[in-house]
């Protein structure tokens, strides 16, 4: 099983600028789909971003043009570079693996997530 952990949150002026980094170790066989997801206080969890295998990337209308989301295969990381962040903005942050299972099948991992608030 994937462990993920991880860093980069923290308080921030609205307009600024956070980096987010998620590391996968483990007992990694493959991994799939790389991303983020969070969930804003009161709220559900919502998609952030998500990265395929082939490296498409998916934005959730509200980072796009605002958010970018990298990965890095070899090093099995995932790193979410966000700007112009606005007070909704503010959320807990998890970073979220597809892997593939050496006995076969697919396996949902999430990181425990990191706090990210944007003040107005």
């Known amino acids: 099983q994937v462990q993920l952990v991880e860093s980069g949150g923290g308080l921030v002026q609205a307009g600024g600028s956070l980096r987010l980094s998620c590391a996968a170790s483990?007992?990694?066989?493959?991994?799939?789909?790389m991303g983020w997801y969070r969930q804003p206080p009161g709220q559900q969890r919502e998609l952030v971003a998500l990265?395929?295998?082939?490296?498409?990337?998916n934005y959730a209308v509200s980072a796009k043009g605002r958010f970018t989301s990298t990965r890095n295969n070899a090093k099995n990381t995932v790193v979410l570079q966000k700007n112009s962040l606005k007070p909704e903005d503010t959320a807990v942050y998890s970073c979220y693996v597809i892997e593939a299972m050496r006995s076969g099948g697919l396996q949902n991992d999430w990181g425990r997530g990191t706090q990210v608030t944007a003040s107005s």
């Open positions: 483990g007992s990694i066989f493959s991994i799939y789909t």
């Open positions: 990265i395929r295998g082939g490296g498409s990337t």
